[in-house]
């Protein structure tokens, strides 16, 4: 080996050994951080399955309270018959088993879920069996009586709060640690960079080109690294790009690519803990069909708004919206024509409304808004809030295009105004629903401020119905029995008024009851005992030779009339009370009559066949025709007494009552006029023919006993 090669050698060995010790270290540096990192990878594994235990947990949850309402919805409004409901109750029970065993997994964890829960595994597991027995004891009973089920499933909501509180603190404490842990790896990584670096220099020196471009290469992958991981820790969006990592996850397929893909896998893990958040946020106080705030939204929107009013002394409003047409559209075209509905409708209220305003969508077709921030005056605010009304009712007046059809649709809307007066939340859309309801009974396609005095109405309208009720059953009903006589004022028969005496009002007026009756359900159960009453007495009666010939007139409501078995049940209260047919009279109303001639015929005539009497009450007030006329098993025409009041003075009403008389005696039916009070009406109505009278001037409506003493008597 000549000089040159051994002053290359000598040249070469201190340099080799330089690279050789610059490996080792290097070596050992990469060791240390891969050591490092797999124990730091450790615990965020740990983490990871901390946040999709979490992720899971919300996500159930949220999907039994949806699976709930929707099992609610469907009690309430009849879509969902028992069976389905049943099986939607097996379903989520057997759901909530599984996230039973999901809480034990929690509990387990007793470091992370001691810190979360304010170290306490059992009142996490207590909060969950009270919100699984209220949910469960919910859907139990929603077949049976839906409003109960909505009361358990408010008491199962208010322990989900106390779900999410866990899952928030979860969620923050696993991103603290996560925080730490990379601010950790941040200047450990940092510290490495920098010694890598100084390494490089000291190399350079023997390998100045190669040594460089390493120290560069691995100083600059280490720095993206600890950048991203310091990204991480402070970035609170629900996408993080890395693109540096990536391009080096790509492209390195060594030590710092497989750093750089753990650290993107922490990156995903992170990002479908935030969407999973999202989800289970946009779940609990969102709409899932119109993506608009619910109900739970709403009332919390409305709570910051009253407080806004307490410290700014605005005004606010509350506006709810009811669709008038949605369920005719609804159960013609479908539910899926339905819901697209819905969605348009919702798209267009949310343009209407101002930024700081908030529409949500409560249920069915029912809609809400909280208008904050309106005027200090209640004028200038009542405009502001009608102004935003107007807006919706002009766009929702443009017609809706849905698969080839045209829809036009209205609403009813209902307004109140709230101010720094502090209210209960539902008391506001108490009133807003009562003005809504006001809006629809008033012809719908408009809206109506809440009114006081007409809430005041409403309040004693309902106290009124509950003591109608309570009369019903405490038998606080009476008859009242008004003269009918011929032309020589004989009496022929007496009409049957039922009279309500209140134990503490007194008498209450028929103009009074007798329409809330109708609205409701009390008319067939008050109908049948007047019937029932009216043949008692005229049974009383027919044991009298001297009183069989009298005749009750019985008037029977148009719901009374309509029942399937009313023909059956007039007969069954003959044949039980033994009143004679022929002296019962029951008296129609041309609308009742007219609504649906057929079925009257026939109903009509089966009654005939036994011997009862037909009447038509206020006759000349409806839209008769004498084709219907001539077709109708009748008996006799009341003349309204409107018609009676005035014959004597108004040349209107005396033809109008001529034509009536005429018509009768065309049709070979008798005429009877109510309402005659004076002798000269009574002598105007004998003239042209009409023989039969009923009115004050015979005798006011008066109990049996005052009546009897006016009986024929024996001789």
Request: a negative charge.
């Amino acid at each position: 080996m000549n000089t040159g090669r051994r002053l290359q050698l000598f040249l070469l060995l201190p340099m080799a050994l330089v690279v050789l010790v610059a490996l080792l270290v290097f070596y050992g540096a990469l060791a240390s951080m891969r050591q490092q990192f797999e124990l730091a990878h450790s615990a965020q594994h740990k983490d990871l399955e901390g946040m999709a235990s979490a992720a899971s947990f919300s996500r159930d949850i949220g999907l039994i309270e949806e699976r709930t309402s929707a099992a609610l919805e469907g009690a309430i409004n009849g879509s969902l018959n028992e069976l389905q409901l049943y099986r939607m109750h097996t379903a989520i029970v057997n759901d909530l088993d599984v996230l039973g065993k999901q809480v034990e997994q929690l509990t387990q964890s007793a470091a992370l879920v001691l810190d979360a829960n304010q170290g306490s595994t059992n009142s996490l597991q207590q909060e969950f069996e009270l919100y699984r027995r209220f949910v469960v004891m919910s859907t139990d009973v929603l077949a049976v009586d839906p409003s109960v089920a909505r009361d358990f499933l408010n008491q199962a909501r208010q322990h989900f709060r106390d779900f999410s509180i866990f899952s928030s603190r979860l969620s923050i404490l696993l991103a603290q640690r996560a925080q730490e842990r990379n601010l950790a790896q941040f200047h450990a990584f940092t510290h490495m960079a920098q010694q890598l670096w100084w390494l490089g220099l000291a190399a350079v020196c023997v390998l100045l080109l190669v040594s460089y471009l390493l120290a560069r290469r691995a100083s600059h992958a280490l720095i993206d690294i600890a950048d991203a991981l310091h990204t991480l820790a402070g970035s609170q969006h629900k996408e993080i790009p890395l693109p540096r990592l990536e391009a080096m996850h790509d492209k390195d397929s060594g030590e710092l690519g497989r750093l750089a893909g753990a650290v993107l896998v922490f990156r995903n893990a992170i990002e479908r803990q935030r969407q999973a958040e999202e989800q289970a946020h946009q779940l609990a106080f969102y709409d899932v069909l119109t993506q608009l705030p619910n109900r739970r939204m709403l009332m919390e929107r409305l709570k910051l708004a009253l407080d806004g009013c307490a410290r700014s002394d605005h005004h606010g409003a509350v506006v709810l919206l009811d669709l008038d047409s949605f369920k005719r559209i609804n159960d013609a075209r479908g539910h899926s024509v339905g819901d697209q509905l819905l969605q348009q409708v919702a798209q267009r209220l949310a343009q209407t409304v101002r930024a700081n305003d908030t529409v949500a969508r409560l249920d069915g077709d029912k809609f809400g808004f909280v208008l904050a921030a309106l005027s200090h005056q209640s004028q200038q605010a009542a405009n502001e809030a009608e102004q935003v009304v107007l807006e919706c009712t002009q766009i929702l007046a443009q017609p809706v295009q849905l698969e080839g059809q045209t829809y036009f649709i209205s609403a009813s809307i209902g307004i109140t105004l709230f101010d720094a007066q502090r209210q209960s939340l539902d008391e506001l859309l108490k009133q807003a629903e009562a003005a809504m309801y006001r809006a629809k009974n008033e012809g719908r396609n408009t809206y109506r401020f809440y009114d006081p005095q007409i809430q005041a109405h409403l309040d004693a309208k309902v106290s009124l119905e509950a003591d109608l009720r309570l009369a019903v059953e405490q038998e606080q009903l009476c008859l009242f029995y008004q003269l009918q006589v011929d032309e020589q004022d004989h009496m022929q028969g007496v009409e049957a008024l039922v009279r309500w005496i209140h134990p503490n009002k007194g008498m209450v007026s028929p103009a009074q009851f007798i329409p809330l009756a109708e609205e409701s359900d009390l008319i067939l159960p008050i109908g049948h005992w007047v019937l029932e009453t009216a043949c008692r007495q005229l049974s009383q009666w027919a044991r009298q030779p001297e009183r069989a010939h009298l005749s009750i007139a019985v008037n029977v409501s148009a719901r009374q009339f309509r029942q399937h078995d009313f023909v059956q049940r007039v007969q069954a209260v003959l044949a039980a009370t033994g009143a004679p047919p022929q002296t019962l009279k029951l008296e129609l109303t041309e609308s009742l009559v007219l609504e649906n001639v057929e079925a009257t015929i026939a109903k009509m005539l089966a009654l005939r066949a036994v011997g009862v009497r037909f009447s038509m009450d206020d006759f000349g007030t409806g839209y008769s025709s004498l084709q219907y006329l001539k077709r109708l098993p009748l008996d006799q025409l009341k003349i309204e007494q409107s018609f009676v009041r005035d014959i004597t003075t108004d040349p209107d009403d005396a033809v109008i009552v001529q034509t009536i008389i005429a018509m009768g005696r065309a049709l070979r039916l008798e005429v009877i006029a109510e309402g005659v009070e004076t002798r000269e009406q009574q002598a105007f109505l004998r003239t042209q023919g009409c023989l039969a009278y009923q009115g004050y001037l015979f005798g006011k409506p008066i109990p049996i006993e005052q009546l009897e003493p006016q009986l024929p008597s024996p001789t």
